[in-house]
């Protein structure tokens, strides 16, 4: 199994940002995904997740009404749509998927991305 995350970059206050995630070797399966970041000096946190078919959704509090989480199952793609980009939303960027867990919790994704930077300036 195998998490590609990708997009992310350098953008401004008020920004848009597209990040990717492709997972593969999910055999006759689709998992539960889920991004969470970590900035320099904290801790990873969640952002958002996706049930396995994206009937529901999760969110942070902070990302909430900015952010959203969708997916391709066809192509066990997860997408985050960042929007009105905040300098606090600066850190490193993970996917997660797992198959029987959904929702906040980091240590409950069995598989991870290796992160993309997202950088927001002022």
């Known amino acids: 199994v195998q998490l590609q995350a990708s997009g992310g970059g350098l953008v401004q206050a008020g920004g848009t940002l597209r990040l990717s995630c492709a997972a593969s070797?999910?055999?006759?399966?689709?998992?539960?995904m889920a991004w969470f970041r970590q900035a320099p000096g904290k801790e990873r946190e969640f952002v958002a997740a996706v049930s396995w078919r994206g009937s529901k959704t999760y969110y942070s509090d902070s990302v909430k009404s900015r952010f959203t989480i969708s997916r391709d199952s066809a192509k066990n793609t997860v997408y985050l749509q960042m929007n009105s980009l905040k300098p606090e939303d600066t850190a490193v960027y993970y996917c997660?998927?797992?198959?029987?867990?959904?929702?906040?919790?980091?240590?409950?994704?069995?598989?991870w991305g290796q992160g993309t930077q997202v950088t927001v300036s002022s």
């Open positions: 997660a998927a797992d198959r029987s867990y959904v929702g906040g919790v980091a240590g409950r994704y069995e598989y």
């Open positions: 070797g999910f055999i006759n399966s689709s998992p539960a």
